[in-house]
């Protein structure tokens, strides 16, 4: 969506650069399937609170990333765009400068109302899902690299979106969001989803406060509240289901450990329940896309999730795959025939991935031993599948995960443990130490 806004709103300005470059292009999916010659702003535009700064700095940022692509000055970029314009006034580089003011209310999280002459909040009512990625994206550092610095840098901005975030509650809850963003047909709570993803926000931002020397007891007070809250309000123990009921609303709670102790397998169930009774077709967006196939798999029904990600009919992964042969993934469910409304090429379903490398070759991280000092190998095998292979190169170096089965019928699996470090195999709920090296195990 904001791909095309950005380019949509300099037609003229556009047509300039796609003749000098030589490029056409007409669609998004287009731009997708091509060399991505061009760089878009793509995210800049959520943080501005007026449609004239959207527009204006979609265009900008665009701009200033394609030419950072492209080892470009972009002052000299743009006085040669704006003078191969013809229908454009000659406006010299320097009178648009003021765009540097724009960024930098950007960055306090404010911005300029012209037609109003006041400061005001940016809007950011359907950011929470996209920008607790901060957070994630922190945390993930912290575990695969050890990256305290991240931490450090990016700390004081976590710290005023949460405050922000205060601000926008509405009795504890935030009911604004894109909530399961480019779902099917069943909606999951747009005030569940926010929440939730507030309550991980403060239960990252209370790991962060004691890892950097910092008092992380008001987030972790602030994180069980919301679980608190979350559960009075969404969760319906009689049913063991979560606001609608829906298979991502189902999977999200286990994925947050938002279940109240003893109900996570009735949680579980239920949702095993939706997919089977949908046929085993899937029925969520982007939130689904992380968590139903994970948690399927964590709670007992690996086979179900197989059938549900390699179904030839659409909705599914298989079909996108091995039905209408895509070799990247559309940005949505549901396409035009023209591919007028999204990219052919785009992660938003990709998480599926991540899934083939954690369940099917089992390479995991160890919360407590960052940086992949200790793996995790938990391979799964199912039923119809003769082989998995996963690699993963990591600080100290690769590790792999490979299996397949034999004519006997058995699994031969082989491991690898970088050097310097440790690891352990768990299957069938026994765990098994493994030191540096390659290991291979025989699996009855």
């Known amino acids: 969506m904001r791909s095309r806004t950005a380019l949509s709103f300099l037609p ?33 535009s959520l943080f501005y609170g007026n449609h004239e700064a959207v527009v204006n700095m979609s265009v900008v940022c665009s701009l200033l990333a394609t ?9 000299e970029y743009l006085n040669d765009v704006i003078a191969r ?9 320097e009178q648009l400068e003021s765009a540097s003011a724009q ?55 976590m710290e005023r979106y949460l405050a922000y975030l205060q601000t926008k509650e509405k009795d ?14 069943a909606m999951t709570n747009n005030e569940y989803t926010s929440t939730a993803y507030y309550y991980l926000d403060n239960q990252l931002m209370a790991r962060f406060a004691s890892l950097l020397g910092k008092d992380p007891k008001p987030y972790a007070e602030k994180a069980e509240a919301l679980k608190e809250r979350i559960n009075r309000k969404f969760f319906h123990p009689e049913t063991a289901t979560y606001a609608e009921g829906t298979q991502a609303a189902q999977a999200l709670a286990l994925y947050l450990d938002l279940v109240p102790e003893g109900k996570e397998q009735a949680v579980a169930d239920k949702l095993h329940q939706l997919v089977a009774d949908n046929n085993y077709f899937l029925d969520f ?22 059938k549900m990600i390699t179904k030839r009919e659409a909705l599914s992964w ?5 039905t209408m042969g895509y070799t990247t993934l559309p940005e949505t469910w549901t396409l035009s025939p023209e591919f007028h409304d999204a990219s052919l090429n785009h992660v938003f379903m990709g998480d599926v991935s991540a899934w083939m490398m954690n369940q099917l070759s089992g390479i995991n991280y160890d919360e407590q031993q960052p940086g992949f000092r200790h793996i995790r190998f938990t391979p ?27 004519e006997e019928g058995k699994i031969q699996l082989t491991v690898k443990v970088s050097l310097g470090c440790t690891g352990e195999l768990v299957l069938e709920g026994k765990t098994v130490d493994l030191t540096a090296g390659t290991h291979q195990i025989v699996v009855p």
């Open 12 to 44: 003229r300005g556009r047509k300039v650069w796609m003749e000098t470059e030589g490029i056409k292009y007409s669609l998004n999916s287009q731009t997708g399937k091509a060399s991505r010659p061009i760089t878009l702003g793509r995210k800049n």
């Open 67 to 75: 030419c950072k692509a492209h080892d470009v000055n972009p002052r």
């Open 85 to 93: 314009m013809p229908y454009y006034k000659k406006v010299p580089c």
């Open 103 to 157: 960024m930098d209310a950007a960055t306090s999280g404010k911005c300029i109302d012209k037609t109003r002459g006041e400061i005001r909040q940016a809007v950011l009512t359907a950011t929470i899902r996209f920008i607790v990625t901060v957070a994630i994206v922190v945390y993930k550092g912290l575990i695969s690299v050890v990256c305290r610095m991240l931490t450090e840098k990016l700390y004081p901005t």
């Open 172 to 185: 504890g809850f935030l009911t604004f969001g894109l909530s399961d963003w480019v779902y099917w047909k």
């Open 285 to 306: 967006g982007l939130i689904g896309t992380k968590t139903v196939p994970a948690m399927l798999t964590r709670y007992g029904y690996l086979e179900d999730a197989m």
């Open 318 to 322: 298989g079909y996108w795959v091995e």
């Open 380 to 406: 799964h095998f199912p039923a119809d599948m003769q082989w998995a292979k996963g690699s993963y190169d990591a600080v100290a170096g690769e590790i792999s995960s490979e299996w397949k089965r034999t």
